[in-house]
């Protein structure tokens, strides 16, 4: 690398003291988040867990057609201001439609929209039948243009140690997320509904066993993180689940 400090003057350098100065830094934000996990634990809400294969997943998510949709769009529009707080503004009202027009997921699952906001979620499998070549030959396909020019942003594969069993091991960790939009994320990793391909997920309608059970983890957080100065600290938890889980997709920090 040559020497690292550049020309004096030039306020670019790196030293001793500027690495110590941001580990320190790290470690007091750090020591915060445990105090916080000390003191609120109890205030995270651990959410009824989703199961179900691809086929079945489909089944509960999809809009089942015109049936009290009406009654439900209100019900959940109701249940969304009453939750979030929200004025009635033309930008929320549009993040409410956003998730009327698919009252079934709202549906089976209530505590969505209960604990709609700061959420981390993580996906895992009882078994996963792929190795990691086969996986990449699906994922280079797949990004690119098929004969509809369509091609799909897949979430990276990780270099994982969890790789070298997968084929023999049990609740194999695929993915670890946060989200503000739990519903529209949760749409975008299973690649139901009509999502764009374009958006960074695992899409997995697209390639993974259509019999195999996906389970789905969701905590809410937020009244863990109420405080004005709590409210940043949702991608450190994640980035620390994650490096405790080691998914086999999607990168560690913010995306």
């Avoid at 939750?83 to 027009?101: C, S």
């Avoid at 981390?120 to 098929?146: A, C, G, S, T």
């Avoid at 194999?172 to 139901?192: A, P």
């Amino acid at each position: 690398m040559g020497n690292l400090k550049q020309n004096e003057g030039n306020g670019m350098e790196i030293t001793h003291d500027i690495i110590i100065k941001e580990i320190n830094e790290m470690k007091e934000r750090y020591d915060k988040l445990g105090e916080l996990f000390k003191n609120k634990e109890k205030d995270i809400h651990e959410l009824v867990p989703i199961e179900g294969t691809i086929e079945i997943l489909k089944e509960e998510i999809k809009n089942k057609g015109t049936e009290k949709k009406d009654i439900m769009k209100k019900l959940i529009r109701e249940k969304i201001i009453e939750n979030l707080n929200l004025k009635e503004t033309n930008k929320n009202l549009e993040k409410i439609k956003n998730h009327t027009k698919y009252p079934y997921i709202v549906s089976n699952y209530p505590e969505l929209v209960k604990y709609y906001g700061k959420t981390i979620y993580i996906f895992f499998v009882d078994e996963f039948p792929y190795k990691k070549e086969y996986i990449e030959d699906v994922f280079k396909k797949l990004r690119e243009p098929n004969d509809r020019k369509r091609k799909f942003s897949l979430c990276r594969i990780n270099e994982t140690k969890n790789w070298d069993d997968v084929e023999s091991k049990k609740n194999i960790c695929l993915y670890v997320g946060s989200s503000e939009d739990i519903l529209q994320r949760l749409r975008e990793h299973l690649f139901l509904l009509e999502c764009y391909p374009d958006t960074y997920a695992m899409h997995l309608a697209t390639w993974f066993k259509k019999d195999i059970s996906i389970h789905i983890k969701i905590w809410g957080f937020n009244d863990f993180l109420s405080g004005k100065e709590d409210l940043d600290y949702l991608q450190d938890i994640e980035d620390l689940l994650w490096n405790h889980y080691k998914p086999l997709f999607g990168r560690q920090g913010k995306k």
